[in-house]
T-cell receptor, first 115, second 112 residues
Framework: GAVVSQHPSRVICKSGTSVKIECRSL??????MFWYRQFPKQSLMLMAT?????????EQGVEKDKFLINHASLTLSTLTVTSAHPEDSSFYIC???????????FGPGTRLTVL | GDSVTQMEGPVTLSEEAFLTINCTYT??????LFWYVQYPGEGLQLLLK?????DKGSNKGFEATYRKETTSFHLEKGSVQVSDSAVYFC???????????FGSGTRLSIRP
């Protein structure tokens, strides 16, 4: 079946540093990927839609300069949290929309802790 | 805008009990409706879906019927198992957009 991986699964960083999270579709192509943020015991909030070869579309209230998204190939999207602060600590989840289908596959998530 | 409202948890049941998790939605047009499940330590998995009114989605003993008249998509299972313990999310996708909007999630715990 279709698999989406995320790396790293967990990361702890110091305040002010930048962290990159990768999202890969392992056995299918995905022109479109999505990045979500999940707070403890809460739902997933869509942050941005990532399209291969073009700029990401950010949801209202999401700082595009803080959460940099790059979708350089049909199987890889990256989210970089720049100048991270403790309030950025969260669970980040990506999903990949399999090309020529309407099915999204979710990655296992990355837990970011900013000290 | 579009939204999903689902019953708050946590929900705790005994094994073999009947399960209902309520979900209602507001949307323009005719959305597709989904239930996703998140087992402890794992990513979201699609449990079932329905794409038009009166469709019934089913999987692993769970089922949900797309009710346009009541804008609902309640999740049911006749006899739950301990292994069903997880967080369940109701969700919708409107029209041709691929963006999925999630409800707040319901944590389900099943006692042996």
């Amino acid at each position: 079946g279709a698999v989406v991986s995320q790396h790293p699964s967990r990361v702890i960083c110091k305040s002010g540093t930048s962290v990159k999270i990768e999202c890969r579709s392992l056995d299918f192509q995905a022109t479109t990927m999505f990045w979500y943020r999940q707070f403890p015991k809460q739902s997933l909030m869509l942050m941005a839609t990532s399209n291969e070869g073009s700029k990401a579309t950010y949801e209202q209230g999401v700082e595009k300069d803080k959460f940099l998204i790059n979708h350089a190939s049909l199987t890889l999207s990256t989210l970089t949290v720049t100048s991270a602060h403790p309030e950025d600590s969260s669970f980040y989840i990506c999903s990949a929309l399999r090309d020529f289908t309407d099915t999204q596959y979710f990655g296992p998530g990355t837990r970011l802790t900013v000290l | 805008g579009d939204s999903v409202t689902q019953m708050e948890g946590p929900v705790t049941l005994s094994e073999e009990a009947f399960l209902t998790i309520n979900c209602t939605y507001t949307a323009t047009g005719y959305p597709s409706l989904f239930w996703y499940v998140q087992y402890p330590g794992e990513g979201l998995q699609l449990l079932l879906k329905a794409t038009k009114a009166d469709d019934k989605g089913s999987n692993k003993g769970f089922e949900a019927t797309y009710r346009k008249e009541t804008t609902s998509f309640h999740l049911e299972k006749g006899s739950v198992q301990v292994s069903d313990s997880a967080v369940y999310f109701c969700a919708l996708r409107s029209g041709s957009a691929s963006k999925i909007i999630f409800g707040s999630g319901t944590r389900l715990s099943i006692r042996p």
